[in-house]
C-alpha cells in the first residue's frame, strides 16, 4: 500500500476578489451550497430545477425552451454551443479581439468546420462594418460567433447590430456572455442571440463550475437538422434536455449526475439577482465602474480600451512604467487579501485586470482597491 | 423586459441518500465547500491543489504525475479517456455488461473509432475468457476499456486479471472506477491500469460535479504520441495539465476556471479517506454490505449479481412480483426521507439498487433502510 499524504482540512484565507473571475461570492450563495445534497432525481431537486430555469431565462431575457446550466464552467458552454450546432465542414465567421475569440477559433477548427477569422487588436471592440464585409464575403457561412464582454481585454462589443447582421446573412449567432451576463445590458431575444453562454464565477457571483445557455427555436432545429452525430457525449443537448425537460410523460431521463450543490448555488445567486432587478444591477456596475475609473484615473493609470467600449465589470489598466506587475499583485494579495488580475495573453506583463463583479462592484471594493493600490504603487 | 420569477430560497430536505449516488455527503464536506471562495490563480489555493493531487494519488494507489480532477463530472471524465486516448479508427475492445459498457461504446464511436464489443449479460462480471478471445481475435486493438463496478447492475469485474491481459496484447487498458474508488479495492499501480476515471458523489462521499482521473506513462505517451488533436477543448488534458502541474518555470497556465469550492469538498473527503484508511473503508463496506444482505434476503428479496461478483456499496435486488416499483420508492422518500434508486437500463421497472457508499455505508443507514421496507412492503 502506497501511505496516505497527510493534510489538515483547508483554509482559505478571505480575499476580496476583483480580477476577472471567479468573483466575490455572496454569501447566501456559499451557505445556500452546503446545504444537504438530495438526489438528482428527487421530485424536490426536479422542482427546483424548474424554478432555476426560469431564472436563468430571466438573466438572460428570454422565452428560449431549451435554457438550462451545463454541468461544467464556462470553457464546457462554448463548447457546448459549438459541437451541438457546428458540423465538418462547416463555416463560421469568428470574431477575434482578445483571448476567447482564439478560443472559439480554436473550438470551430476542432469540430472539423472552418473559421473565417475577423480580426480586432486587443483592447478594441469587434468591428461591426468588418463583420459585414466578412458575412457579405462568405455567403455558405452558416454561423457569426463572437465575445460579447471579452475578459482578456475589457471591451464590449455591439451584440445587437452583430445579432442583427447575423439574421440578415440567415447565420446562427454564437455569442460569449461569459462576462456580460448580469453585469451589463443584455437582451437575448429582443437581440436574435441564438446561442448563448455564460460562467457562474463572474457578474452572477456565483461559484465557479456552471455554464448556463440558451438556444433560440433557429438554434434548437438547426441541432435536429444535424447529419452527424454530436461529437462530445457528456455535452449531446439533445441528451442532457431529456433530463433538464423530461419528456412528454413528465419523466426525467438520466443523463449525467448534476452537480447538485452547485445548482442550489446557482439557484440563490439569480434569486438575489431576480430580487435586485437585472436593470438595476447593470445600473450598479455602470456606478460602480465610475467611481473606480475616476479614482483609477487620479493614480495616473491608463485603460485599454477606449471609453466607449468599456466594460464597467472588467477594467483593464497600463501597468506604468518601472513598476513591478508580480510584486504589486502579490503586495496587495499578502497585505490587503485583495487580489486583481494579470493581464493574459498579448496584454500579459503589460496590463492588470480590475473586476467589478456582480457582489464584488460595491463601495467598500472600489474604496479598497484604489487606496491599496496607492499605497503599493506609492 | 421580462419580469423576474418569484422563487424563495431553496431548502432541501434532509434525506438519507441510499441510491446509486449521489451518497450522502460528509457533512465536513459541506462545510468546507461553503468556505470563501479565493482565486484559482491564488498561491494558497494552487498549494491545496499540490495536496489534493496527493490524495488523488493515494486514493488510486498510484504514483501516476497525470493525476488530477476533471472540473465535470464521471462522464466527463470518461469521456476525458476517450478523447485524449484514442484516435479515429483506431481499435477498442470494449467490455459490455451494464449502462456504462454502453455508454463507453458510445464514446468510442463519437471519437470516430472502432468498438469492438464482448458482451455480457446485465449482472454479470465481464467474462476474462471472452476478453482474452477478444484480444487474440483483434491483434490490431489498441485499448482494452471496461468498468470496474458496474452502477447499473452491482457486477464488480476482475480488474487486475483484465488489465494484465491488456498488458499481454500490448493494450492500453481504460477503466470506470466510478462506483469503485474508495468503497472496493482498487490498485491502479499495482494491477497496471493505464488509465482510470471515478465520480466524486459515490464512495467519496463528496458533492456531485467532479471527476478524479489518472493517467499511467505509458498512456501520457500515448496522448503526446497523437496524430490528430484532442477534439474537445475543454477535455484536451495537455492543456489542462499545464494548469495542474505548472511549467518548468512553475507557474501555472490558466486553462479554465476551477471549480474552486468542489475542490475544496474533494479535498476534504479525501481527507477523510485518507485518515480512516484505504483498507479499512473497504471492509467497512464489506461489513455493511453483508449486514444489509442478510437483512434483505430475511425480506425475501433476492439479488440480480451471483455473490462472487457482487459490489458492496451497489445492492441490485429484484422488485418482488406485484410491489408497485413507483409506490415503494416514495413511500420510503415521502414517510422515511430515504432515497433507494430505481432500476437502469434493462432492469427498469425490475430491480432497487440500494447504494452503501462511502459516509452512507453505516450501520444507522442499514438498519433504517431495512426497517423502512420491512413496513412498506408489509
Not at 171 to 200: F, K, N
Not at 211 to 220: I, K, L, M
Not at 343 to 356: F, S, V
Request: glycine share 8%; net charge negative; with cysteine.
Amino acid at each position: 500500500m502506497l501511505i496516505a499524504p497527510y493534510s489538515e482540512s483547508f483554509n482559505p484565507p478571505r480575499r476580496t476578489l476583483m480580477g476577472p473571475g471567479p468573483s466575490d461570492v455572496y454569501p447566501e450563495v456559499l451557505a445556500a451550497q452546503a446545504k444537504p445534497t438530495i438526489g438528482h432525481l428527487d421530485p424536490v431537486f426536479v422542482a427546483m430545477m424548474d424554478e432555476l430555469k426560469a431564472l436563468i431565462q430571466y438573466a438572460f431575457q428570454t422565452t428560449n425552451a431549451m435554457t438550462l446550466a451545463v454541468s461544467a464552467p464556462g470553457s464546457a458552454g462554448m463548447e457546448t454551443c459549438f459541437v451541438n450546432l457546428v458540423e465538418p465542414g462547416e463555416k463560421v465567421i469568428v470574431c477575434r479581439n482578445g483571448v476567447f475569440g482564439e478560443r472559439m477559433r480554436q473550438n470551430v477548427e476542432r469540430v472539423g468546420a472552418i473559421a473565417v477569422v475577423v480580426d480586432n487588436e486587443w483592447g478594441e471592440a469587434v468591428n461591426v462594418d468588418a463583420v459585414a464585409t466578412a458575412l457579405a464575403a462568405n455567403p455558405d457561412a452558416k454561423f457569426l460567433a463572437f465575445v460579447h464582454a471579452e475578459t482578456s481585454t475589457g471591451a464590449l462589443s455591439d451584440a445587437k447590430a452583430l445579432c442583427a447582421l447575423a439574421k440578415q446573412h440567415d447565420c446562427i449567432s454564437i455569442v460569449d456572455a461569459v462576462t456580460s451576463l448580469g453585469g451589463v445590458e443584455l437582451r437575448v431575444d429582443e437581440w436574435g442571440i441564438d446561442a448563448i453562454y455564460s460562467g457562474s464565477q463572474k457578474c452572477l457571483s456565483c461559484v465557479p463550475g456552471l455554464s448556463p445557455v440558451s438556444f433560440s427555436p433557429a438554434a434548437v432545429e438547426k441541432m435536429k437538422a444535424r447529419k452527424t452525430p454530436v461529437q462530445s457525449w457528456f455535452l449531446d443537448q439533445t441528451l442532457v434536455m431529456g433530463y433538464w425537460t423530461g419528456e412528454a410523460s413528465g419523466k426525467r431521463s438520466y443523463h449525467h449526475t448534476a452537480p447538485v450543490n452547485a445548482l442550489y448555488a446557482l439557484h440563490e445567486s439569480l434569486r438575489l439577482l431576480s430580487i435586485e432587478g437585472l436593470e438595476h444591477a447593470w445600473q450598479r456596475h455602470a456606478d460602480m465602474h465610475q467611481v473606480l475609473r475616476h479614482g483609477l484615473e487620479a493614480l495616473g493609470l491608463k485603460f485599454v480600451v477606449t471609453e466607449a467600449d468599456r466594460l464597467p465589470q472588467l477594467n483593464a489598466v497600463y501597468i506604468p512604467d518601472g513598476i513591478d506587475d508580480a510584486k504589486v499583485r502579490k503586495q496587495l494579495l499578502e497585505n490587503y487579501n485583495l487580489e486583481i488580475g494579470a493581464g493574459l495573453g498579448a496584454l500579459a506583463g503589460k496590463a492588470w485586470r480590475i473586476g467589478l463583479m456582480g457582489y464584488a462592484a460595491r463601495r467598500e471594493n472600489v474604496a479598497l482597491c484604489l487606496k491599496a493600490l496607492e499605497e503599493v504603487l506609492a
